[in-house]
């Protein structure tokens, strides 16, 4: 059973940082791109950062550019976004997500995995 478990957040003060972490199991991590999604109230879900499997290709929204470093430790099953600058803005709920294959009727077919959240809120 696939599970990713963030943590991490919390209410910091603009120009603050935090270090959110999502912890794996239950599927190859290893081999699996990671994602960093973040929701915040009346909008739509949205891709913060990427990164591949072996930490080589990191992707990021242009919002969060210079500000965020998304990185992973293979041998903890573990992928973090460090968030420094934060700006009122960047308050969302943040999920880190992953795509697994399953097998449906012998067909290989993507499924979308997502952990439960943590919140972040920057106010003063």
């Known amino acids: 059973q696939v599970q990713l478990v963030e943590s991490g957040g919390g209410l910091v003060q603009p120009g603050g940082s935090l270090r959110l972490s999502c912890a794996a199991s239950g599927f190859t991590f290893s081999s699996s791109t990671i994602s960093w999604y973040r929701q915040a109230p009346a909008k739509e879900r949205e891709l913060v950062a990427s990164?591949?499997?072996?930490?080589?290709?990191?992707n990021y929204a242009d919002s969060v550019k210079g500000r965020f470093t998304i990185s992973r430790d293979n041998a903890r099953n573990t992928v973090y976004l460090q968030m420094n600058g934060l700006k009122p803005e960047d308050t969302a709920v943040y999920y880190c997500?992953?795509?697994?294959?399953?097998?449906?009727?012998?067909?290989?077919?993507?499924?979308?995995?997502w952990g439960q959240g943590t919140q972040v809120t920057v106010s003063s």
């Open positions: 990164i591949t499997s072996t930490g080589s290709v990191t």
């Open positions: 997500m992953t795509v697994v294959t399953i097998r449906w009727l012998g067909n290989p077919i993507p499924k979308p995995c």
